[in-house]
C-alpha cells in the first residue's frame, strides 16, 4: 500500500534550510556537489568540497591539537563529549529531520539514530573515568608490571549515508575521551546532517574550553578520503561502508603501518526452528528485512526456515509484506521510505533477474512505487523471494529489501547455510528450545560478530561492541572494550628494589 503524497523539493529545501539555522549552521553555496533528496530524487543546493589545502590544513591542525589533548585528563575529555550530548538533545528533531531528508528513513528511525548518539555520549562519558589498565604479577622481586592506555593520534573516519550521524557518533564520542583528535570524512550523499553535527560539536568545544581542532569536517568525493587513508600522520582509519571499498582501504593503511577499523558488507540471516513464536517472529523478521528500506549493513537478507514451518511462517511474510505502507518517511503511517537512488532500484532489479533466473520464485514486491509523483526517486516494494539452495546470488550482498527464503531439516544444515557466505556482521535464531539456542550462540554456531536470539538481526544497543568478522572486516565499534582500538597500550616495569634482577634469570654479570 502507498502512503499519503510527497512533499515537495522546495518544501524539503526549506525543511533542511530551517533545521541547520535552528542548530546554527547558515549554509554557503557552492557548486562542486549537490545536497539531494531521496524522497523527490532531486538537488536541494550546491555544495562546496575540500581542496587538498584544506585536506593538510584539517590533518595538519588536529596534530597539533592531538598534542594537547592527550595530555588532557580524560574525565575533562568527557566534558566536552557531556556537552555535545546535551546540545544532541536539544536539537534532536531538527537533526532527525536532516537524516530524513538526506537518507530516506522514516521519521522514528531518523529519530532513533539521534538517541543513538545520544546514547553514545552517555557511554563514553562513563568511559572517560574508566580507561582501565591493570596490574600484573611480576616474576621478580622487588619488581611490578603494569599495562597502561594511552590516545593514539589522529582518527580519520569515513562514513556511510545510511547511519550517517550515529557511527561518526560511536567513532567520535569514544575518540575524544580517549584523547584522540578526529577528521570526519562523511558520506557525499549526507553533507547537511554532517555539517550540523560539526557545528554542535565545534560549540561544545567553545563552550567547554576544549580546542577547536579536535573535530575536523571534510566535504567531498572519494579523493578526499584516500587522503586520510594515505596520510601517515592519521593514526587510524575507521571506515563504514563495502567490502571492495575495506579491501581497497586496509592494505593501503598497512603499507604506512597505520591502523584500520572497518564496519563492512553484511549478509545477514536468521534462522527460524520448528519450535519458533511465529507472531514474534514474523515482527523481528519484517522489521529487520524491510526497515530503512533494506539499507542496513544488519538488514535481514537470507531467512533459513524449518521446513516442517516453511509454509506457514511464507503464508503470514507474504501477508505482512503486502500491506507495508510505502511513501513519505515524515508520514507517521509510511514504514518503508526510499531507496538512496534510483541506482539502487537498479542493482536490486538486476538481482532478482539473476535469482529468477536460477529458479528462485517472487512471493510479494519489487515494484516500483510513486513513480508519477517522483519519477526522479527510487520507492520500492520489499520483496520476498523463496530460493533453492543452489541459488549463488543469496551469497552477495544487495543493498536493498530483498529476503530470501531457504529451508532446513536439521540444525547443523541450518548452520552451515548460514555460514555459507563471505560476510559476517549480524545473525539470529528464532527458537524456544534452549539448547538450540545455545548451540547457535556457542563456538559451533554462528560465525558472525553480532549473534541474537528472539530478535532480528538489525538494531543493536550501544552497550555491546559493533562489528563482524570474515568480508565484514573484523572491526568493533560502541560500546564493550571497542575503546581500546583508539588508544595504544604500554607494559611498564617498576624496579622498586636496589637489584637488578633479569627476567627468565639471566645472569649477565
Not at 311 to 328: C, N
Not at 411 to 417: C, G, P, Q
Request: proline share 4%; net charge negative.
Amino acid at each position: 500500500m502507498t502512503s499519503t503524497a510527497l512533499p515537495t523539493t522546495d518544501d524539503l529545501r526549506a525543511r533542511a534550510l530551517a533545521g541547520l539555522r535552528n542548530v546554527g549552521v547558515e549554509v554557503a553555496e557552492g557548486d562542486d556537489f549537490h545536497a539531494r533528496t531521496p524522497l523527490t530524487g532531486e538537488p536541494l543546493f550546491g555544495l562546496t568540497a575540500a581542496t587538498d589545502t584544506d585536506v593538510e590544513e584539517a590533518i595538519a591542525a588536529a596534530r597539533a591539537a592531538f598534542l594537547t589533548w592527550r595530555t588532557t585528563p580524560a574525565p575533562r575529555r568527557g566534558e566536552l563529549v557531556r556537552r555535545l550530548g546535551e546540545l544532541l538533545r536539544e536539537h534532536k528533531s531538527d537533526l532527525a529531520d536532516l537524516v530524513t531528508i538526506e537518507a530516506g528513513k522514516i521519521r522514528s528511525e531518523a529519530l532513533g539514530e539521534i538517541q543513538e548518539m545520544i546514547d553514545i555520549c552517555d557511554f563514553a562519558v562513563g568511559l572517560s573515568r574508566q580507561l582501565y589498565g591493570r596490574t600484573i604479577a611480576s616474576e621478580r622481586p622487588g619488581h611490578r608490571l603494569a599495562e597502561t592506555w594511552h590516545p593514539l593520534g589522529v582518527v580519520g573516519v569515513i562514513s556511510a549515508f545510511n547511519f550517517p550521524a550515529a557511527v561518526w557518533s560511536w567513532n567520535t564520542a569514544v575518540a575524544l575521551v580517549c584523547g584522540d583528535t578526529v577528521v570526519w570524512k562523511p558520506s557525499e550523499l549526507t553533507p547537511l546532517i554532517s555539517l550540523a553535527c560539526d557545528h554542535l560539536l565545534a560549540r561544545a568545544a567553545e563552550e567547554v574550553g576544549a580546542p577547536r581542532d579536535v573535530h575536523r569536517l571534510l566535504l567531498g568525493d572519494r579523493a578526499v578520503g584516500e587522503k586520510l587513508v594515505d596520510d601517515p600522520r592519521v593514526a587510524l582509519v575507521s571506515a563504514t561502508g563495502s567490502t571492495r571499498m575495506g579491501r581497497e582501504v586496509a592494505p593501503r593503511v598497512a603499507a604506512r603501518f597505520g591502523r584500520s577499523l572497518l564496519e563492512l558488507g553484511g549478509n545477514n540471516a536468521a534462522v527460524v526452528a520448528p519450535s519458533a513464536d511465529l507472531d514474534l517472529a514474523v515482527q523481528g523478521i519484517v522489521f529487520a528485512a524491510a526497515g530503512t528500506a533494506g539499507q542496513r549493513c544488519t538488514t535481514l537478507r537470507r531467512l533459513i526456515v524449518h521446513r516442517d514451518i516453511a509454509d506457514t511462517l511464507v503464508e503470514r511474510l507474504t501477508a505482512a509484506y503486502r500491506k507495508l505502507p510505502i511513501g513519505s518517511p515524515f508520514e507517521d503511517t509510511t514504514l518503508v521510505g526510499p531507496l538512496i537512488s534510483t541506482e539502487a532500484f537498479t542493482r536490486m532489479q538486476q538481482a532478482l533477474a539473476r535469482v529468477q533466473a536460477q529458479g528462485g520464485e517472487i512471493l510479494a514486491g519489487g515494484n516500483r512505487r510513486l513513480t508519477e509523483d517522483a519519477p526522479a526517486a527510487a520507492y520500492a516494494e520489499p520483496v520476498l523471494v523463496r530460493v533453492g539452495e543452489q541459488s549463488d546470488v543469496v551469497r552477495e550482498e544487495t543493498f536493498a529489501p530483498i529476503l530470501y527464503v531457504l529451508t532446513y531439516d536439521t540444525l547443523d544444515e541450518a548452520i552451515a547455510l548460514h555460514n555459507d557466505v563471505p560476510q559476517g556482521l549480524s545473525s539470529s535464531i528464532f527458537t524456544r528450545d534452549q539448547q538450540e539456542a545455545e548451540i547457535f550462540l556457542s563456538a559451533a554456531g554462528s560465525d558472525c560478530g553480532i549473534a541474537n536470539v528472539n530478535i532480528g538481526t538489525s538494531g543493536a544497543e550501544i552497550g555491546g561492541a559493533f562489528g563482524g568478522e570474515k568480508d565484514t572486516g573484523g572491526g568493533r565499534e560502541s560500546g564493550s572494550d571497542a575503546w581500546k582500538a583508539y588508544m595504544r597500550s604500554a607494559t611498564n616495569t617498576i624496579n622498586y628494589s636496589s637489584e637488578l634482577t633479569l627476567a627468565q634469570g639471566v645472569s649477565f654479570l
